[in-house]
Every structure is written in structure tokens, then in C-alpha cells.
């Protein structure tokens, strides 16, 4: 569903990569202020998309013209209308950036923001525009923990979604991701999937606390659970 529509989010997050390249506070602010800008036009966007363009209801104009100035309520009519499509993605975590977004653009010169802080909040912006716009994104110049981040996030996100919809398919009164993993999985299986999860909740938190090569063996574990969870019956 890549068109017109997704042009402005996608120029505002390299806009953001482009400045986190050179390091300095100002450009960490900036870039943290494009993302959150992204964000927001993506949501936006896609909401307001005609409804020939994406199966489902959508808001109606009067929703949308109420929400426009309330970010929080954005959040409420994209969880209402794509809940489907934020598999991989905390709406929590998001208005948890968004908050320190503001903080910088309020507070001018006055606050520094970490670069992990901004690199994470990057990989969540791209895993929404990816699930809302059903189009890979690829930035120009993304740094290596960047990059490795994004695979991990993305292939988490579809592992979670796949787990939802087996959930589904097997009548589980429990359909949240974990739950197939409990109710199936051997006890190993168990305690990578926790391991995994742990991780992720890691890249989100404590980025800066990582290295590119620490997600080797986290991306190699998505991919043993993702093989083991076919054979679910």
C-alpha cells in the first residue's frame, strides 16, 4: 500500500537519520522532534486514508478533526480502527517518547537527549510505518546498531503476529503472543522465548547498554522459535 500518502513520513525519518549521523546535541534533539513529527503524520495518514485503500472501518471525519490536537487520542483512534496492525509496537512506548519529544521542543537548548533514546525511538517509527503502509523502509546511512535493531524489532513483530494468529486458528481462550508459547511449547522453548522477550524490552529501556553485535544471537533465536512454533498443532 506504498503511495503519496507515505512520502511525508518517510522524508521526516530520514530527515531524522540524517541528523543523527553527526552526533551532537542539537542534531539528536532535531532528529527526536522529526521522528515524533513522523509519528504522527504516519498515524494521521493512514487514518484519513479513502477506505478503497484499506479494508476494515475507519474514523469518521468528526473523530479525526477531534483528535488532530490530542496526540494521546490519535493513539486511541489507532488503536481502535488498526489494533491489527501495532503487533511489535507498544502504543505505551510510543507516548512514552512522545513525552520526552515534547520535553525538548518546550525546553529549547536546555535538554540533551541520549542517541540510544532516539535510535529506538527510530526502529519503533519504522516498524509502524511498515505495518501501516505494508512497505519495507529503507533509510540511507543508518548506523550499524541501527539497522540490527530494526531487523530485531521487525522480526519480533512478525513472530508476535504469527503466535496471535495460530492462537486464533487453535481456539486458545488465551490469544495474546505468549500464551501459544505457554500452553504448547517444552520448557527450553519456554525459557528462550522469555530470554528473547527480555531482550527486546532491553533494545526498548536500555539501548545504550548494547552493542551491534549483541543482537546476533537475539535475531538467531527469533528464527529458532519461529520454526519451532510452526509445528504448533
Known amino acids: 500500500?506504498?503511495?503519496?500518502?507515505?512520502?511525508?513520513?518517510?522524508?521526516?525519518?530520514?530527515?531524522?537519520v540524517d541528523h543523527i549521523?553527526?552526533?551532537?546535541?542539537?542534531?539528536r534533539r532535531i532528529a527526536m522532534i522529526s521522528i515524533d513529527n513522523a509519528v504522527e503524520l504516519m498515524i494521521k495518514t493512514y487514518l484519513g486514508l479513502p477506505r478503497r485503500k484499506e479494508k476494515g472501518g475507519k474514523p469518521s471525519r468528526k473523530q479525526l478533526e477531534e483528535a488532530n490536537s490530542s496526540f494521546p487520542a490519535l493513539?486511541?483512534?489507532l488503536e481502535e480502527f488498526a489494533g491489527e496492525k501495532l503487533t511489535?509496537?507498544?502504543l505505551d512506548e510510543i507516548e512514552w517518547y512522545h513525552r520526552i519529544r515534547n520535553q525538548l521542543y518546550h525546553s529549547g537548548n536546555g535538554i540533551t537527549v541520549e542517541v540510544a533514546r532516539v535510535e529506538t525511538y527510530l526502529s519503533l517509527a519504522k516498524t509502524l510505518f511498515q505495518n501501516l503502509?505494508?512497505?519495507e523502509l529503507i533509510l540511507?546511512?543508518?548506523?550499524?546498531i541501527q539497522k540490527k535493531l530494526g531487523v530485531f524489532l521487525g522480526k519480533w513483530g512478525v513472530f508476535e503476529h504469527e503466535l496471535i494468529d495460530r492462537a486464533k486458528s487453535l481456539n486458545l481462550p488465551d490469544q495474546?503472543?505468549?500464551?501459544l508459547i505457554f500452553y504448547k511449547a517444552e520448557r527450553l522453548i519456554k525459557e528462550l522465548w522469555q530470554?528473547?522477550?527480555?531482550?527486546r524490552n532491553i533494545t526498548v529501556h536500555k539501548l545504550e547498554t548494547l552493542e551491534a553485535k549483541d543482537f546476533d544471537q537475539p535475531i538467531e533465536n527469533i528464527d529458532k522459535l519461529r520454526e519451532y512454533a510452526k509445528n504448533f498443532t
Open 1 to 16: 500500500m506504498d503511495g503519496p500518502w507515505s512520502e511525508g513520513p518517510k522524508e521526516l525519518l530520514q530527515h531524522a
Open 21 to 27: 549521523a553527526h552526533d551532537g546535541d542539537f542534531d
Open 75 to 77: 493513539l486511541d483512534l
Open 88 to 90: 511489535g509496537v507498544s
Open 133 to 135: 503502509f505494508k512497505v
Open 140 to 144: 540511507v546511512s543508518e548506523s550499524q
Open 176 to 179: 495474546r503472543p505468549g500464551a
Open 195 to 199: 530470554e528473547t522477550k527480555s531482550f
